[in-house]
């Protein structure tokens, strides 16, 4: 099997795992599993992807784009960093790690006794961990709260970073997981 072909069974393994696309609300599985996906890949990832369809997932190949696209070198880097794209000085450029839109997400978190795994060192305003809290909030909280904070945290940023993470043309993997991360988002309004 090539390179390009375990990658695009990568990708074929995502919109499989991902698939609810109905008109009904995301559950708090899907954004779980959807924050799992952005994590640097790893064992674990593999794994449940597996579990999820018949396909093999190569995880030193997309931990060799994760790498490209999200942490660089290069220009087609895209943090996926709440803050790099609320935080800037202008709409166009990138702000820093641990902005103001960090401390604010932070808030939400320590609002509900809840924080980052002490073993993440990911900012608390990583994609991830956004879509983890979505999951936290879609389980024990109303469709109110979560609609809130998706307004007020990742759906004010996401498509900046999709943008972005588009321009870099990721591999088909990471096409698929933030295609169907956008589209979850969008449908998180919907009602319960």
Do not use: I
Request: net charge negative.
């Amino acid at each position: 099997m090539t390179p390009a072909t375990r990658n695009n069974d990568s990708a074929v393994a995502v919109a499989d795992a991902f698939d609810d696309t109905g008109d009904g609300p995301p559950t708090a599985a899907r954004f779980a599993a959807l924050a799992a996906c952005w994590r640097q890949p790893d064992d674990d990832l593999q794994a449940a992807l597996a579990a999820e369809t018949d396909t093999t997932v190569d995880a030193q190949s997309l931990r060799a784009e994760y790498t490209r696209l999200f942490v660089g070198p290069g220009p087609s880097q895209s943090p996926p960093y709440e803050s790099v794209y609320r935080d800037g000085e202008r709409d166009a450029d990138l702000g820093p790690v641990y902005g103001s839109s960090t401390q604010a997400v932070a808030r939400w978190y320590s609002e509900y006794g809840l924080q980052p795994a002490a073993s993440e060192s990911a900012p608390p305003d990583h994609l991830a961990t956004e879509l983890e809290f979505a999951a936290y909030l879609r389980e024990h909280e109303g469709a109110e709260t979560l609609e809130q904070f998706l307004t007020e945290h990742p759906r004010n940023w996401v498509e900046s970073f999709a943008r972005r993470v588009r321009d870099a043309d990721p591999k088909p993997f990471y096409r698929t997981l933030l295609n169907v991360t956008v589209d979850t988002l969008a449908r998180a309004d919907t009602p319960l």
